[in-house]
Every structure is written in structure tokens, then in C-alpha cells.
């Protein structure tokens, strides 16, 4: 074979390997389905795969075969700003949702807010939301503030806050605008039936597709199987608690069903899971090593489990340590789908498919929290360190109308009792190291005063904005 063969040999050679190279990168031409199994209040320590003693095997089974985040964030420590937070990629408090959404009082995530699966929908996708919401609410007769159907699911079945009267035969669920009724079962297991049958039944066959799983459990008020609290008072645990583990067991029995029907479909492998909690928990030891708990701004309020699976695309039993979040799913899942990011506002997310190629990783912004009535009330992560500050006057209001007081104060307020931690090297937050690193302590100082700022100068004043386009709706029965 003379030199010129041998080199066109060679190119051709070359190309083949760098197009079989380029396939195993995590691009928008693989168009994965998307997945986002959300729990209710689970510690990042409950399950079996975070040092937990609950029997999780589905979810550890989950783990093994994707990636588990050991520095992964909700996107606050209180329910409806964390889902604000998933849904949009941006800090909780440029939309308005300030802390949890309030039976009585005029905040919600605004219609005009682009949720991930408006972003998908015009990118071809099929949409579903089943499980917990708590972005608007509604009674027996009246919606306040959209509905998952206006804010970009086609098919949704969901109830406002928590399953009422608890998680044993819920009455509080609506499918579409209609109230369902008294349900049986127990809420997970009502959850997972609904999202097996969309897929085998009422999803566009002919499109990827988004389904939310958002599941209720452990949020009081508890109810678990009599079986499987039985199974945790043998081990030598008080009622109280095998009802709590028995609880996150049904649970995971619940994803585990899930999974087998997503798998048994043929659409595991390009599959898209993301498995989380929406905060910290409000179970006392359920945090581990964790300094704080739900509600709060230090790690145990806001680290949370993290377990991403792709088993087309993602090499199984990877461990990542790089901080990631529920802001950073939506530019990612975006990209994977070939969608565009909304261009008219900012993204405070970033796309993290490096960190699930197994790859180094700059995030372009810091991870941010800001929550008007926690404790610290303000929190920044750049790498390594964590900046927390309280303002110099708190301000609590007990039963959480959200009035104008409360407005005028988170719009106002000021930081003081900057409190700098390594959390590779201190991940309980027991020792503040502010005055040995100033320079670092004036860093994130700047970055956080900025960011603080920059967020809420954009969001809403409730108090003197109309409910707009969907603001109220009445409800018809099943």
C-alpha cells in the first residue's frame, strides 16, 4: 500500500474513533427522557447509600448505577422556594417565592416565570407532573395562582402542600383542575400507580418525554404500612421512629415499582433520573454529620441526598464531590435536550454534564441561598468554603402571612456575623475561620452582598401586584 493509502487509511481511522469518542459525550442529539424523583423532607442521611440504616434498596440500587453527589443542595431549606429553585434554575427569590407558599396569603411562582417544562415542551417534549406542588394553592373551591397545566404540563395530578389528612388515603389530590376525592392507599404507592400508567397509557408515545415524581413522604403527618413498622420495632426501635423508617421504606418501594416499569418499557436506558430531597429534614439524627436541620441555611437544611442515573450515557458507581444543586438542573437537562435557555433573565444555574462525565468542573456562578426568616439568613459556596451571615436585626413572623412588614424587611435588610467554614475540612461547620482567612472572608463577602442584592431588587412585591392570568380559578368536581 503506497504512502497516500496508508494515509487516507489513517484519517478515516481517525475520524471513526472521534465520532465514536463524540458519542459518549452527554449532547443534545441523545434527547434523553427526564426524570426528577423528589422526596418531602429526607435527611441526608436517611437512605442505605449516605450511611443510612433504613432499608432503601431501589434507591441504592440507583446510586450504584449513576452518579451520587456527596455535595449536593436543595435549593433552599423550606419546601415551596426549594421547587421554585428546581423548576426555573434560578434563586427562589427573583420569582417571589420567599419562603414556603401560604394558605392564606397572595404568594406563588408567577405564571411568567419559565419552568423547565415550559423549556422542554418547545424543545418536543411530552410533560408531567405527579406528586406534591406547593408552588400556588387551592381548596375545596378556589385555586390561587397557576396550575402545573399553565406552567407547562400537559397532563398533571397533584396536591397544593401535603396529603391531607396524611399520607394513608389522601382527599386533597386534583388531576387537571378537578378535585379527585377520597383516595386509597397510601400516598407514594397512589404516586407511583399514576406514573406507571402515564407512561404505559397517557404519554405521546412519539416524544421524550419529562415526568415530575414528587413524592409526599416523610413529611408529617406520617402514616406507614403496619408490616413495615412491625419489621422496624423488632429491630429494638420506639413506635415513633419505625413509623419514620417505615415511612421512607414505602417510599422507596414506591421508586423501586417505578423503576421496574420504566425498565420492563424499554426505557431505562435513556433515561435521565434525578433522585433528591426538596430540603433538609425535620427528623432529629437524620443529617448525619450535618450541622442544622430543615428550615435552616446550614448544611444540614440544605445538603440533600443526590443521585443522578443515566445508564446510556453515565458510567455507573461514580462518587462526586464537587457542590452541585437543584438551580444547576435545568441549564443541564436544557442542554441534553437540545432546548434554549430562556434569554430574558438570569439563570443563576449552570450546566454540570462535566461533573457526569466524570470530568473537572468551573462553575460560572457560587451556590447562593438567601431565606428571610432562617438562621443564618444568608449563604454562599465557592469551592471549598462556605460564607453564612445573619442581618443585624431578625425579624420573624410566626404564622407566615407574607405582609408588606415582611416584604419591606427582606428588601432592607442588612448582614452582619460573617461566619467563614472549609467544609473539606470541617463538613459539621463546628469551626468558624473567618478571622484567619480574611481575604477569603472579603471575597465571598463581596459576592455575597452583590448577588443579595442583584435577587431581590427582582422579585415581586406581593402586596401591591395583582394575582395576574391565573391568579384564581374555581374548581369542578371529578
Not at 281 to 306: A, D, F, M, N
Not at 413 to 433: A, H, P, S, W
Not at 453 to 472: H, R
Request: hydrophobic content about 35%; proline content about 6%; aromatic content about 10%.
Amino acid at each position: 500500500m503506497d504512502k497516500v493509502k496508508v494515509f487516507t487509511v489513517l484519517l478515516v481511522a481517525i475520524s471513526l474513533f472521534t465520532v465514536s469518542c463524540a458519542s459518549t459525550k452527554l449532547t443534545g442529539q441523545n434527547r434523553p427522557n427526564i426524570v426528577l424523583m423528589i422526596a418531602d423532607d429526607l435527611g441526608y442521611s436517611d437512605i442505605g447509600c449516605y450511611g443510612g440504616k433504613i432499608d432503601t434498596p431501589n434507591i441504592d440500587l440507583l446510586a450504584s448505577e449513576g452518579v451520587r453527589f456527596t455535595s449536593f443542595y436543595a435549593g433552599s431549606a423550606v419546601c415551596s422556594p426549594s421547587r421554585a429553585a428546581l423548576l426555573t434554575g434560578r434563586n427562589h427569590n427573583r420569582s417571589g417565592v420567599y419562603d414556603w407558599v401560604p394558605a392564606d396569603g397572595p404568594m406563588h411562582m408567577p405564571e411568567s416565570e419559565i419552568t423547565l417544562a415550559e423549556v422542554l415542551r418547545d424543545a418536543g417534549y411530552a410533560t408531567c407532573h405527579i406528586g406534591k406542588w406547593h408552588l400556588s394553592r387551592w381548596s375545596q373551591e378556589l385555586m390561587s395562582g397557576p396550575t402545573p397545566g399553565e406552567q407547562g404540563f400537559d397532563d398533571w395530578f397533584a396536591c397544593d402542600n401535603n396529603a391531607l389528612p396524611s399520607h394513608l388515603n389522601p382527599v386533597n389530590f386534583m388531576r387537571n383542575g378537578k378535585a379527585c376525592g377520597p383516595l386509597k392507599g397510601y400516598s407514594c404507592q397512589i404516586l407511583a400507580d399514576d406514573a406507571i400508567d402515564w407512561l404505559k397509557n397517557r404519554r405521546d408515545r412519539n416524544k421524550p418525554f419529562y415526568l415530575n415524581l414528587w413524592f409526599n413522604e416523610p413529611h408529617k403527618k406520617l402514616a406507614s404500612p403496619p408490616e413495615l413498622v412491625a419489621k422496624y420495632e423488632a429491630r429494638g426501635l420506639n413506635h415513633k421512629e419505625a413509623v419514620y423508617y417505615a415511612n421512607i421504606e414505602n417510599l422507596d418501594l414506591a421508586a423501586g415499582r417505578f423503576l421496574e416499569a420504566l425498565e420492563k418499557a424499554g426505557l431505562a436506558e435513556n433515561t435521565l433520573i434525578l433522585f433528591s430531597s426538596d430540603n433538609g429534614p425535620w427528623h432529629p439524627g437524620s443529617t448525619g454529620p450535618l450541622r442544622g436541620r430543615k428550615s435552616l441555611l446550614y448544611e444540614g437544611g440544605i445538603r440533600v441526598p443526590g443521585i443522578i442515573r443515566w445508564p446510556e450515557q453515565i458510567k455507573a458507581g461514580n462518587a462526586c464531590d464537587a457542590p452541585a444543586g437543584f438551580v444547576d438542573i435545568l441549564p443541564t437537562a436544557a442542554t441534553l435536550a437540545g432546548a434554549k435557555l430562556p434569554a430574558d433573565r438570569t439563570i443563576d444555574g449552570s450546566d454540570i454534564r462535566p461533573l457526569l462525565e466524570g470530568k473537572g468542573f468551573e462553575r460560572e456562578k457560587p451556590l447562593f441561598w438567601f431565606l428571610y426568616r432562617s438562621s443564618p439568613i444568608c449563604v454562599v459556596r465557592q469551592g471549598d468554603y462556605l460564607l453564612a451571615a445573619d442581618p443585624v436585626m431578625r425579624h420573624w413572623s410566626k404564622w407566615h402571612p407574607f405582609d408588606q412588614q415582611d416584604f419591606d424587611y427582606l428588601r432592607n435588610v442588612q448582614m452582619q456575623r460573617f461566619e467563614l467554614y472549609n467544609l473539606c475540612t470541617d463538613i459539621g461547620q463546628q469551626k468558624d475561620i473567618s478571622e484567619d482567612n480574611p481575604e477569603k472572608l472579603n471575597e465571598l463577602k463581596k459576592i455575597m452582598l452583590d448577588i443579595q442584592a442583584d435577587i431581590i431588587a427582582e422579585g415581586p412585591d406581593w402586596q401591591n401586584l395583582p394575582a395576574g392570568k391565573g391568579g384564581t380559578m374555581k374548581l369542578t368536581g371529578k
